[in-house]
């Protein structure tokens, strides 16, 4: 079972991670997505529970605050598309790399 889904073209995303990369529940992939997702958004800057400072009243309510609205607004959005074709045509150039 995946730990991770999305809806549009999961499983060509999928079938180009390594082997070791696959979010398989339990596997090394999950433990790496999960170290990824925790380097991304730390616990402390999404509970007050975890910050390394006490928070007083108002900065706490402030600190909830962002919370709800980058929980509402952004977290877990996101669309996977690719970036360049598998086997781009020869024409294909980029400005700051040159010809792929």
Same mark, same amino acid.
């Given at each position: 079972m995946v730990s991770w889904t999305a809806c549009c073209q999961v499983h060509q995303y999928m079938r180009?991670?390594?082997?070791?990369s696959v979010p398989l529940v339990?596997? +090394?992939g999950d433990r790496n997505r999960i170290r990824r997702l925790l380097r991304q958004l730390p616990p402390h800057d999404n509970d007050p529970r975890y910050c390394h400072v006490t928070l007083n009243q108002e900065h706490n309510q402030e600190f909830a605050s962002f919370? +709800?609205?980058r929980k509402h607004d952004a977290l877990g959005?996101?669309?996977v598309r690719p970036?360049?074709?598998v086997d781009p045509?020869?024409?294909v150039f980029c400005q700051q790399v040159g010809p792929l």
């Open positions: 180009a991670l390594s082997p070791s339990g596997s +090394a919370c +709800a609205r959005r996101g669309i970036l360049l074709p045509p020869a024409d």
